[in-house]
């Protein structure tokens, strides 16, 4: 059986650490608007535009499209509709049908 003081005492430690986060998301929160501010105006007085913030850290320039992965080039083309398949996701279609009708995947590789 666990003594009772160790339950509050425990249970005092928990409302210490509720308390100390709380503290702490206030301070956080009285300091980011000045700091935006001051991001911003630096932002400004350089010119610097969300997208050049976005490249610094990682991102991409522009508009990201879907997936957030360029394409990859081609490596199979069907010669009857001229269709192509990057080797990657689900097998097209046109493929699936050809491998059925006994046809080999290396066949339609572009080289």
Do not use: C
């Not at 879907?66 to 990057?86: E, H, I, N, Q, V």
């Amino acid at each position: 059986m666990i003594p009772e003081n160790y339950k509050s005492e425990k249970q005092k430690i928990e409302h210490e650490i509720e308390r100390l986060q709380q503290e702490a998301e206030e301070l956080q929160k009285r300091h980011r608007g000045p700091a935006l501010e001051s991001i911003v105006a630096t932002m400004r007085e350089y010119d610097i535009t969300p997208d050049e913030v976005r490249a610094a850290f990682g991102g991409r320039k522009g508009q990201r499209r879907a997936g957030g992965r360029a394409p990859l080039p081609p490596k199979y083309r069907d010669p009857a509709s001229g269709r192509t398949w990057s080797g990657r996701g689900r097998t097209p279609g046109w493929l699936v049908e050809a491998e059925q009708a006994g046809r080999r995947r290396d066949e339609f590789l572009i080289k």
